[in-house]
């Protein structure tokens, strides 16, 4: 597409006024449109029916292709790593830390002038002790770059879950974009209902914190989709409904493996703005079949490799012989990344460029023919001019009194929920 000169003037003064401080101080000479995730979901409300990419970078390669692709369709993206995958565990190369200087200077080497934030996702809390260490880590990854967080309690009880995001809200900037989630993702099993998602809600805006995104466990898995059942539309749309005067807006996890109606669905017809994609871009930078919404295709239980695309056969077969001699099978393939990242960047640059390209292509046709997320860019740039601020500032307002959700009443009420968490285990992505 041809972008319009007065497009690069407006472009260079939200350079100056939309990158947050942190941003502006890490990279002081950039030319990368590193913004507030609040932005990239005011631009999805704005435009309607509306949702973009959080591409879970994975690998370099997945970065370079995701933000190629949004310059292509002129999307404001998000750019992820969740803490399981990035985090003081990781089993990615790219982490919390550096991911925002990987997004940044790739999009100076190429040139892109579309809007991005940088959010860390999935900040587990599992258990109560893991609150206190995480204040000090949440200010290390804005300290790194980030702009935007999930604080994902959701293992805890629900009176628990509220409590943690509580304590830990103090450590995030308020120009921050924020995620909150209701319900571990775990397919059909534990659902999450209109109670639980009011219950964090309500809890939250009486304390005047203010979630641009909830996350709920609405029929999708992470890693590889085993069914066809996924994403369960109506019952998102009740619970967003359930939500509405509290205007946060959904967070679609579990999106690889979905197919492309369902997707359309969640856009169209509830208030998500925002679909994490991991999977599906591993699998297709290393060249590996996929149907035509991202899910890895089997032949006998193994992962077919197409010829002439990803990464070269030699390096397949040694990842293949990797996984084989570490018992890694099926979504424990993506424990490759962290092993496999120095080795990707030695094959020759010719088979650099064809996964990142690949990359590019599916998610090009993601935010231009699913997601409906073209054109967006340009409604981030005009927010920014019109705001003058690197913060947009909250979408909502108090409505719940404080004095209604002291922790005493807090534990209260979640006694009273009827819930149904589903069963014990790991569902990390």
């Known amino acids: 597409m041809t972008i319009p000169i007065k497009y690069f003037s407006n472009f260079e003064a939200a350079l100056d006024l939309g990158r947050p401080p942190n941003v502006k101080k890490l990279f002081p000479n950039s030319k990368a449109l590193l913004v507030s995730g609040k932005y990239i979901d005011q631009a999805m409300l704005l435009k309607g029916n509306s949702m973009t990419i959080a591409a879970n970078g994975r690998n370099s390669f997945v970065i370079k292709g995701a933000l190629a692709a949004a310059q292509r369709a002129n999307a404001a993206i998000i750019i992820e790593i969740a803490r399981s995958e990035g985090g003081t565990g990781a089993y990615c190369a790219v982490s919390l830390w550096n991911i925002a200087r990987q997004t940044d200077a790739f999009m100076n080497e190429l040139g892109i002038t579309i809007p991005v934030a940088i959010h860390a996702d999935h900040f587990g809390i599992k258990k109560s002790e893991d609150i206190e260490p ?136 509830t208030r998500t703005t925002k679909a994490n994609v991991a999977t599906a871009l591993q699998m297709i930078s290393w060249g590996l079949k996929v149907n035509d919404y991202g899910n890895a295709l089997l032949d006998n239980g193994n992962f077919i490799k197409q010829k002439d695309r990803g990464v070269t056969e030699d390096m397949w077969a040694q990842m293949l012989a990797y996984a084989k001699a570490n018992d890694l099978k099926g979504g424990n393939f993506k424990k490759l990344n962290l092993s496999f990242e120095s080795k990707l960047l030695v094959q020759p640059k010719k088979i650099q460029d064809r996964m990142a390209k690949d990359v590019e292509d599916f998610v090009f046709g993601l935010l231009t023919k699913v997601f409906n997320t073209t054109d967006t860019a340009q409604i981030v740039i005009g927010e920014i001019l019109k705001n003058k601020s690197h913060d947009p500032g909250f979408k909502a307002q108090k409505i719940e009194s404080e004095r209604e959700w002291t922790k005493e009443k807090i534990m209260e009420k979640a006694s009273k929920i009827t819930t149904d968490k589903g069963p014990e285990g790991d569902f990390d992505d």
């Open 134 to 269: 995480a204040k000090t880590e949440i200010v290390s990854l804005f300290d790194a770059g980030i702009t935007s967080i999930a604080i994902d309690a959701s293992h805890m009880p629900d009176d628990l879950n509220l409590l943690a995001n509580l304590e830990l809200f103090p450590y995030i900037p308020d120009w921050a974009g924020l995620e909150t989630e209701v319900g571990e993702i775990k397919g059909k099993l534990g659902l999450s209902t209109d109670e639980e998602a009011l219950f964090l809600i309500q809890g939250l805006n009486a304390h005047n914190i203010f979630p641009n995104w909830i996350a709920l466990n609405n029929g999708t898995t992470h890693g590889i989709e085993a069914s066809d059942t996924g994403i369960n539309v109506e019952l998102t749309a009740s619970i967003h409904e359930a939500l509405s005067k509290y205007k946060v807006s959904g967070a679609q996890h579990g999106t690889s493996g979905n197919n492309s109606e369902k997707l359309r669905d969640i856009a169209s017809k």
